[in-house]
Structure formats: C-alpha cells, structure tokens
C-alpha cells in the first residue's frame, strides 16, 4: 500500500471506535472483546492493511486496562492478522490477493518435483512423523501452531528428495505462506485445514503411489488458492 494511503493514526482510532459501537453486548473477557472486535474489523477491511493498533490508545477506546489488549494483539499476530514492527508496534498486516496466488503459483511448481523425488525414498519413520504431524493437527487450535505444523507436514514428505537447494526453495515457500495459512484459519475455520487431503497424500506414499499423491497435492494447493482468492474478492466486495 503507498504510504500517502496508509491510515494515519486518527483514522485508525476513528475506524476502532466505530467497531467498539457496533460490537455485540456480551464478551466472556475484555481480551475476547478486543480480540474478536478487531478480527472483525480486519477481516472486512475497515481495518485496512497498515493501519496502526498502539495498545494505549485500544485500551482508551475499549475502556480496558493494556493487558487484555496486549494479549489480543499476541493472539492477532498467530492469526496473521497484524504484525508486530520494529520501532513502530503492532501494524494491521497489508497482504494481497497478487501475493497469495504468486506464492501459490510457486508452490505448485516447487511442491510435486519434490514429492514426486522424496516418494520412493521415504521410510517407516518419515510416514510415522508425517501420521504423528496429521493428528497433532487434528487436535491444534491456535492459527499460529496450525501453520507451523502444517509447513512440517508438508516437508515430512518431501524430505527425502534428495536436492538440498530444491528442498531450501520449497520450505522458504512454505514458511511465506504460513501468514496465509493462518488467515485463512482465522477467518474461515479450523475445518479448512484440508486434513482429508494430508491423509491421502500420506496414504498415497505409503503405497508409492507417485501418481496419485502428486494429484491430490495439486488438488490440495489449487483449492486453497481459489478459496483465498475467493475470500480476498468477497472482502474488496
């Protein structure tokens, strides 16, 4: 975003207090209240990427003290949804549709060579770590952790590729689309993990099932990147 367009700290403060009226009346804790209230404001673009959040003057607008504010913004950043920047404090994150479909894009070159060269290599161990990966998943529930175990999923399988720099592109991949896994977590659900696509791939492998595996890898990446393209349009909508 050009900086001649980025919310000075009056918009942003105009923009919080609005969201804090039209809030719902009842929160279980003042971090969910300032949570879910920001969420909301950035997941519909009121919030725009940018914008400033500095916790006196959240704390002011929400009538809290800083410390369920602090924790909101803690909670925010494993979402993806703001960043924390030197000298600056938390930002609202600015990302893209161009960005998200490019790292997609990237990803379904690098991801199949990979697979499809780790496959014949893989071990007893590579499957129980990549199965151990799978439920661990199942049962997380912070964004943050979610990404994080599905970046070492995904490499799990590919590790056995064989191709040093080939493995370093695709996990650098991997991680730069740990802020849209985690978006896409948080705004729509846990359930769009696409666990049932991690389980084929694995169970794919296991029978050296190159073909296969490498179908519903593809499968994989172009349904998460029309879902977030999709979401990216319903938001400038």
Same mark, same amino acid.
């Given at each position: 975003?050009?900086?001649?367009?980025?919310?000075?700290?009056?918009?942003?403060?105009? $923009? &919080? *207090? $609005?969201? &804090?009226?039209?809030?719902?009346?009842?929160?279980?804790?003042?971090?969910?209240?300032?949570? *879910?209230?920001?969420?909301?404001?950035?997941?519909?673009?009121?919030?725009?990427?940018?914008?400033? +959040?500095?916790?006196?003057? +959240?704390?002011?607008?929400?009538?809290?003290?800083?410390?369920?504010?602090?924790?909101?913004? @803690?909670?925010?950043?494993?979402?993806?949804?703001?960043?924390?920047?030197?000298?600056?404090? /938390?930002?609202?994150?600015?990302?893209?549709?161009?960005? *998200? $479909?490019?790292?997609?894009?990237?990803?379904?070159?690098?991801?199949?060579?990979?697979?499809?060269?780790?496959?014949?290599?893989?071990?007893?161990?590579?499957?129980?770590?990549?199965?151990?990966?799978?439920?661990?998943?199942?049962?997380?529930?912070?964004?943050?952790?979610?990404?994080?175990?599905?970046?070492?999923?995904?490499?799990? +399988?590919?590790?056995?590729?064989?191709?040093?720099?080939?493995?370093?592109?695709?996990?650098?991949?991997?991680?730069?689309?740990?802020?849209?896994?985690?978006?896409?977590?948080?705004?729509?659900?846990?359930?769009?993990?696409?666990?049932?696509?991690? @389980?084929?791939?694995?169970?794919? /492998?296991?029978?050296?099932?190159?073909? @296969?595996?490498?179908?519903?890898?593809?499968?994989?990446?172009?349904?998460?990147?029309?879902?977030?393209?999709?979401?990216?349009?319903?938001?400038?909508?």
């Amino acid at each position: 975003m050009d900086d001649a367009r980025r919310p000075g700290m009056a918009d942003g403060s105009e $923009a &919080v *207090a $609005a969201l &804090v009226s039209d809030a719902p009346p009842r929160y279980r804790t003042a971090t969910e209240f300032v949570e *879910a209230t920001l969420r909301r404001g950035i997941l519909s673009g009121r919030l725009p990427g940018g914008t400033p +959040l500095r916790q006196e003057e +959240l704390a002011r607008l929400f009538n809290v003290s800083r410390m369920p504010v602090r924790e909101a913004l @803690r909670q925010l950043e494993a979402q993806a949804l703001i960043d924390f920047v030197p000298h600056k404090g /938390a930002v609202v994150t600015d990302i893209s549709a161009e960005d *998200a $479909a490019d790292n997609y894009a990237i990803r379904r070159a690098l991801e199949p060579v990979a697979f499809t060269l780790s496959i014949p290599h893989l071990d007893a161990q590579d499957f129980a770590r990549a199965e151990e990966l799978i439920v661990e998943l199942d049962s997380e529930q912070e964004p943050g952790r979610m990404g994080e175990l599905n970046r070492r999923f995904h490499m799990s +399988l590919y590790a056995r590729a064989g191709r040093p720099r080939l493995l370093a592109l695709t996990e650098q991949q991997l991680a730069a689309a740990d802020r849209y896994v985690r978006f896409h977590l948080a705004a729509k659900g846990q359930e769009h993990m696409a666990q049932d696509d991690h @389980r084929a791939m694995l169970a794919a /492998a296991r029978e050296r099932n190159v073909e @296969r595996a490498v179908a519903v890898l593809l499968g994989h990446l172009d349904t998460a990147a029309a879902t977030i393209d999709a979401f990216f349009r319903e938001w400038a909508g």
